[in-house]
């Protein structure tokens, strides 16, 4: 168990839909991070807060957003979705420069 | 360019050693990490080595980095049917916040 926790584990929905995902970083840890993880693309970086401020963006479509809160949980709104958007979606945090970062369980988007 | 470049298959029988390979791009990389992820599961934290170090061994493991030929190994030793899942290698760049993942590496254990 790495401490990161992430809800909901699986999520189906529609196209054109909007889903919010959640995560709770490692108790201390102010770093979190977003990933999408599709069969045809690996694993693509998507952004990273740091203390509630956008650090680094990724590959992140305009359709997607995240956002950091004061208690450090972090939440990734994905809208007007497409069945392409169908993805294992990991958070990850990490405490210091160092950014050896711990993966969350992940959750597996489904677009139907 | 950013890559980390790593060999998308291997296979072993049981019991055999494994080396995975991974080849990076940034020298002044600081930590170089080794992360396994199974079936359904998230990415789990195996290893790490500090780029002032050659090797690091834990248990069953070994890392290798050549830092003239930026490359880094795994080695596990005596793998076994559990070992089955990918391996990612990532770089960590200085001044933190910039780590950059490979594709991995699927890795079939045969028995």
């Known amino acids: 168990d790495s401490g990161v926790t992430q809800t909901p584990k699986h999520l189906i929905t529609a196209t054109g839909q909007r889903v919010t995902l959640r995560c709770s970083p490692r108790?201390?840890?102010?770093?979190v991070y977003w990933y999408q993880q599709s069969l045809d693309q690996g694993l693509q970086f998507l952004i990273h807060?740091?203390?509630?401020?956008?650090?680094a963006k990724g590959n992140i479509l305009e359709r997607f957003s995240a956002q950091q809160f004061p208690d450090l949980h972090s939440e990734l709104n994905l809208s007007s979705l497409e069945l392409g958007d169908s993805a294992l979606y990991f958070c990850a945090s990490s405490g210091t420069d160092q950014d050896t970062q711990y993966f969350g369980p992940g959750t597996r988007l489904t677009v139907l | 360019g950013e890559d980390v470049e790593q060999s998308l298959f291997l296979s072993v029988r049981e019991g055999d050693s494994s080396v995975i390979n991974c080849t990076y791009t940034?020298?002044?990389?600081?930590?170089l990490y080794w992360y396994k992820q199974e079936p359904g599961a998230g990415l789990q934290l195996l290893t790490y080595i500090f780029s002032n170090m050659d090797m690091k061994q834990d248990q069953r493991l070994t890392v290798l980095l050549n830092k003239k030929d930026k490359h880094l190994s795994l080695r596990i030793a005596d793998t076994q049917t559990g070992d089955s899942a990918i391996y990612f290698c990532?770089?960590?760049?200085?001044?933190?916040?910039?780590?950059?993942f490979g594709a991995g590496t699927r890795l079939f254990v045969k028995a």
């Open positions: 990532a770089e960590s760049r200085p001044g933190g916040f910039k780590t950059i």
């Open positions: 807060y740091y203390n509630g401020e956008e650090r």
């Open positions: 108790s201390g840890d102010l770093s």
């Open positions: 940034d020298s002044s990389s600081t930590y």
